[in-house]
T-cell receptor, first 112, second 114 residues
């Protein structure tokens, strides 16, 4: 069974601060996806990283896929209250690629 | 282009009743996935369906749970004789194809069992 562990579980920061969220596994993933989920809503896809070492930027968010494709990170620069939410990483199951394995989640709170 | 639609958004059932959750995939998508999110936990895969076929139900509890995706109409997740432990958010996702296509999620159905 592939597992994705995210850290930290909870993060409370002030507006303007930077932060990094980590997603780690002992298994290799063909790709990893990052989602953000707001209370009462479904996960919304932010990005998919496919190639080992790949870096993708989405405005103030920077996503990196580890060289060995076992880990990923999400870095947010100058966090804003609108960044508040649950951040989830997910990867396709090796056996059945259509099944996504989700990480444990990082709950981010950005205050003024 | 409408996204994945789920209804109802909130469902309250008493123990022993049946719960039916509906999911309409995005236009042009023929692959549907159901996930369950227990309070303060991540999403767990339940079942993957294509039109009229169950492809992978490895995440479905062995009893009381069933899913279908008929030729016409939405996908249905059915829970018979609900128990308090079934209280959770149930999310549906769809993709245009598989196995590696991006999955797009609906807003979820929050099931509360009294």
């Amino acid at each position: 069974t592939q597992l994705l562990e995210q850290s930290p579980q909870f993060l409370s920061i002030q507006e303007g601060e930077n932060l990094t969220v980590y997603c780690n596994s002992s298994s290799v993933f063909s790709s990893l996806q990052w989602y953000r989920q707001e209370p009462g809503e479904g996960p919304v896809l932010l990005v998919t990283v496919v190639t080992g070492g790949e870096v993708k930027k989405l405005k103030r968010l920077t996503f990196q896929f580890g060289d060995a494709r076992k880990d990923s990170s999400l870095h947010i620069t100058a966090a804003q209250p609108g960044d508040t939410g649950l951040y989830l990483c997910a990867g396709p199951d090796t056996g059945t690629a259509s099944k996504l394995t989700f990480g444990t989640g990082t709950r981010l709170q950005v205050t003024l | 282009n409408a996204g994945v639609m789920q209804n109802p958004r909130h469902l309250v059932r008493r123990r022993g009743q049946e719960a039916r959750l509906r999911c309409s995939p995005m236009k042009g998508h023929s692959h549907v996935y159901w996930y369950r999110q227990l309070p303060e936990e991540g999403l767990k895969f339940m079942v993957y369906l294509q039109k009229e076929n169950i492809i992978d139900e490895s995440g479905m509890p062995k009893e009381r749970f069933s899913a279908e995706f008929p030729k016409e109409g939405p996908s249905i997740l059915r829970i018979q004789q609900v128990v308090r432990g079934d209280s959770a958010a149930y999310f549906c996702a769809s993709s245009p194809g598989a196995p590696r296509d991006t999955q797009y999620f609906g807003p979820g159905t929050r099931l509360t069992v009294l």
